[in-house]
């Protein structure tokens, strides 16, 4: 994962340059977008494999995504296990529903400015309109998760409060 984020990030970034200010990009530019393309994937490798270390290990973290996504529970869940996580995923998504539109708002904001200040680059703007729609579909997104999640946490809550027979 690490690989594949540092070739995005290279090829972003240098494409960016070469896309905004083709006189300025050369090799110095392009190594620098490899280390910071090297370090972004690092840096968010380690981010993913500690949310997925947060979320019971990669296959953990998969299957409570694939059940949000799905509305139902895998058989075989333990729900001593899955319901603190399922709580998790609760609080983590009512918190981007006002922390998603103030990033993007703060990203947006950026891109409106580098845009003033340079008004010959049509980059700065398409990336602006980009962090406003991102700003606007994120809470939407985690509003539409959150019954779902409330759902799983119900059916969890009932198996584990079921008598044993």
Same mark, same amino acid.
């Given at each position: ?8 990030? #290279?090829?972003? #970034? ?39 270390? %947060?979320?019971?290990?990669?296959? &953990?973290?998969?299957?409570? /995504? ?8 895998? /058989? ?10 399922? =709580?998790? %995923? ?6 981007? &529903?006002?922390?998603?539109?103030? /990033? ?6 950026? =891109?409106?400015?580098?845009?003033? #200040? /340079? ?18 579909? #994120? ?27």
């Amino acid at each position: 994962m690490a690989a594949i984020l540092a070739i995005l990030w #290279t090829a972003g #970034t240098y494409g960016i340059q070469v896309a905004i200010r083709p006189d300025r990009a050369g090799w110095v530019w392009l190594a620098g977008s490899l280390a910071g393309g090297v370090l972004y994937g690092v840096c968010m490798a380690l981010v993913v494999r500690n949310l997925q270390k %947060k979320y019971g290990g990669r296959d &953990t973290a998969a299957a409570i /995504e694939k059940a949000i996504k799905k509305g139902r529970l895998p /058989e075989g869940v333990q729900p001593d296990v899955w319901l603190p996580l399922l =709580e998790r %995923k609760r609080r983590s998504d009512r918190f981007l &529903t006002w922390a998603g539109p103030v /990033e993007f708002g703060l990203f947006a904001a950026l =891109e409106l400015y580098l845009g003033i #200040t /340079e008004p010959g680059v049509w980059f700065w703007w398409l990336a602006a309109a980009a962090f406003v729609c991102f700003g606007i579909w #994120t809470p939407f997104w985690a509003l539409r998760r959150r019954p779902k999640i409330d759902a799983l946490i119900a059916s969890l809550t009932q198996k584990h409060s079921m008598p044993p027979l």
